[in-house]
């Protein structure tokens, strides 16, 4: 399955070149617009050692810049339509209070943010650091409904290193971004900070199934298929939809994961699996 939207994976890298956090109208773009067509980002040499390139963050944003225009259909199509499903079962797990603050970092399109705009939230914050995935998340908010439009705020930032303040929002949500992140135990570690005492946090990510013929179809449908037809609906020479199952097989697994949420000092630290263990969805506590 493609990077999906709250994965703008895209959270990794430094803050903008002004030093700070932008709106997403107010960035400069590093490329011609949305969409845009590039060279090879990953070698295949560079994906077998991903999660340890040091380039790692340029090369995600620079990634995601080139499959910016078509990354919602290659999110439909190659989850089957699930993936909105996800986030919605995200949403539900984040328990949105009336007047809470969200903050969805990785956002991407803004699939996650605007799911969390349709509650009770009083207001939602969009953070990614890939100026072309915030125009197209503008250009769809500038379509809905204005009482929920009024809700969102788009901001170029970055995940380890969040342009908000300390014990700001009540829930943080990353969505198919956390493995993307050069160092996630710095981002959890920030995800902690921003949150207030009894805030939630909730990320999606991708998972291996543990029931043998389902992991072996998955390995072949996001490992095989699903790169070769991403790339020909996306036109991608970045390599993006290589990058996807490389990046999932090679990162922390479930209990990996759980532990390092538990090390930034979260509390009840829990995870559920979706549509047969491809997905799963954690949701842990800032303690008082």
């Given at each position: 399955m493609?990077?999906t939207t ?11 070149p002004?030093?700070g956090?932008?709106?997403a109208k107010?960035t ?5 617009g949305?969409?845009n ?6 070698s295949?040499?560079?994906l077998?050692?991903l999660h ?6 340029e090369k995600v944003?620079?990634m995601?810049?080139?499959?910016a ?7 439909r ?5 699930r ?8 949403v539900?797990?984040a328990e949105?209070r009336e ?9 991407g399109t803004?699939?996650l943010?605007e ?5 009770p939230?009083?207001?939602v914050i969009g953070?990614?650091f890939t100026h072309e ?5 503008d250009?769809?908010?500038e ?6 439009a ?8 970055d995940a380890?290193r ?5 014990a700001?929002?009540?829930?943080v949500?990353i969505a198919?971004?956390?493995r ?9 570690a920030?995800f902690f ?7 939630r946090?909730v990320i ?5 199934p543990r ?6 179809g998955?390995?072949f449908?996001?490992?095989w298929?699903?790169p070769r037809?991403?790339t020909?609906i996306?036109r ?5 939809y290589?990058?996807l199952p490389k990046s999932?097989g090679?990162?922390m697994?479930?209990?990996?994961l759980?532990?390092?949420?538990g090390?930034a000092g979260?509390?009840?630290a829990r995870?559920?699996?979706?549509t047969?263990g491809?997905v799963?969805?954690y ?6």
């Amino acid at each position: 399955m493609p990077p999906t939207t709250d994965e703008s994976a895209r959270s990794t890298n430094p803050p903008p070149p002004s030093g700070g956090a932008e709106t997403a109208k107010g960035t400069t773009p590093p490329h011609s617009g949305p969409g845009n067509r590039e060279d090879t980002v990953w070698s295949d040499t560079d994906l077998e050692t991903l999660h340890q390139d040091d380039q790692k963050a340029e090369k995600v944003r620079r990634m995601f810049a080139s499959i910016a225009r078509s990354y919602d259909l290659n999110n439909r199509v190659h989850s089957l339509w699930r993936d909105q499903a996800w986030r919605r079962f995200a949403v539900r797990q984040a328990e949105v209070r009336e007047g809470d603050t969200v903050a969805d970092i990785a956002c991407g399109t803004g699939d996650l943010t605007e799911a969390f705009a349709r509650t009770p939230a009083a207001k939602v914050i969009g953070i990614d650091f890939t100026h072309e995935m915030l125009q197209l998340a503008d250009v769809k908010k500038e379509r809905r409904d204005p009482g929920l439009a009024s809700k969102i705020t788009y901001i170029r930032g970055d995940a380890q290193r969040l342009p908000l303040a300390d014990a700001s929002c009540d829930v943080v949500s990353i969505a198919f971004g956390i493995r993307n992140v050069q160092e996630p135990e710095l981002a959890l570690a920030e995800f902690f900070r921003v949150l207030k005492p009894g805030g939630r946090l909730v990320i999606l990510e991708f998972d291996r199934p543990r029931f043998a013929p389902i992991r072996w179809g998955n390995d072949f449908y996001a490992g095989w298929l699903m790169p070769r037809t991403a790339t020909l609906i996306s036109r991608d020479r970045s390599g993006a939809y290589r990058y996807l199952p490389k990046s999932v097989g090679s990162f922390m697994s479930r209990n990996e994961l759980l532990s390092a949420i538990g090390r930034a000092g979260f509390a009840n630290a829990r995870a559920r699996s979706l549509t047969l263990g491809i997905v799963a969805c954690y949701r842990a506590l800032r303690s008082a």
